[in-house]
């Protein structure tokens, strides 16, 4: 589709006229009807309102000119995939993974290669095989070659020493002391906890990045500790093999 179609189909489906949208990204109609006419493109910060607006990327705005990839992952992008910045514009450089609340999640590539390698092995593409396709294609990424200059590389290990610090000052009975956290998926540690009224629930983000740990209980037995962080809140969970039967022991607001 071209661009002069999408704005149209975005406009009706969203039950806009041409004057309100035109209202809504500080245009006026006729402006909106050279749009939709083909007889012109919006220009770089009207098609940012657009985005915003619609909630579609500016490639998907201008009809998919490119394929995107994240330039952390490499994975491809999609708009239900695309990071965004603190005031809601997309990001297209990254994926929501990688890019979260105006915060790069990843300042160790080997901690992304594990990450990745979890949600990329199969029966048909081991483990060893996408480890090694990772490690050639991430130096080859913008963020990987730009990585020095981004200068987040300082404040993100202040920020995980400053989480360590807060995860070590609760004094959970038998949790060992916090030293190292790593990048961890939702998805992977997103366990369901039963209340006493005997409904279940999950506290974090099947989507989203955190950092944690899994720790061995200093008491010994067949549970392990499990701990995971954002910018939010701090939580500890125990849990025996293979996260079943998991307890909830701190949920705290930062």
């Not at 035109?22 to 006419?37: G, H, I, L, M």
């Not at 309102?49 to 990327?57: I, P, T």
């Not at 594990?114 to 090694?132: D, G, I, L, T, Y």
Request: net charge negative; glycine share 8%.
């Amino acid at each position: 589709m071209e661009t002069k179609d999408i704005i149209l189909e975005l406009r009706t489906k969203n039950g806009l006229s041409q004057d309100e949208l035109a209202e809504k990204v500080f245009v006026t109609r006729q402006a909106v009807s050279r749009w939709e006419n083909g007889k012109t493109i919006p220009n770089t910060d009207t098609l940012k309102l657009l985005s915003k607006l619609f909630n579609v990327s500016i490639n998907t705005l201008l009809g998919s000119q490119k394929q995107l990839i994240c330039q952390c992952c490499g994975m491809p992008l999609e708009d239900d995939n695309i990071s965004k910045e603190t005031d809601g514009f997309f990001n297209e450089d990254y994926c929501k993974w990688c890019y979260a609340d105006g915060e790069y999640m990843y300042h160790d590539m080997d901690d992304l290669i594990e990450v990745c390698v979890k949600n990329m092995a199969s029966e048909h593409f081991p483990a060893e095989q996408a480890r090694e396709y990772m490690k050639d294609m991430l130096p080859k990424l913008d963020y990987w070659k730009k990585y020095k200059y981004i200068g987040g590389d300082e404040k993100f290990e202040e920020f995980k020493q400053k989480l360590i610090e807060e995860f070590n000052d609760l004094h959970v009975d038998g949790m060992p002391k916090v030293e190292k956290l790593n990048a961890l998926v939702g998805g992977y540690i997103n366990l369901e906890y039963r209340l006493p009224g005997g409904k279940t629930v999950k506290f974090l983000d099947d989507n989203a990045t955190y950092l944690g740990n899994q720790l061995e209980c200093e008491f010994g037995g067949n549970r392990c500790f499990g701990i995971a962080a954002n910018m939010e809140f701090l939580l500890v969970c125990t849990y025996e093999e293979d996260g079943k039967n998991p307890e909830l022991v701190v949920y705290k607001k930062r």
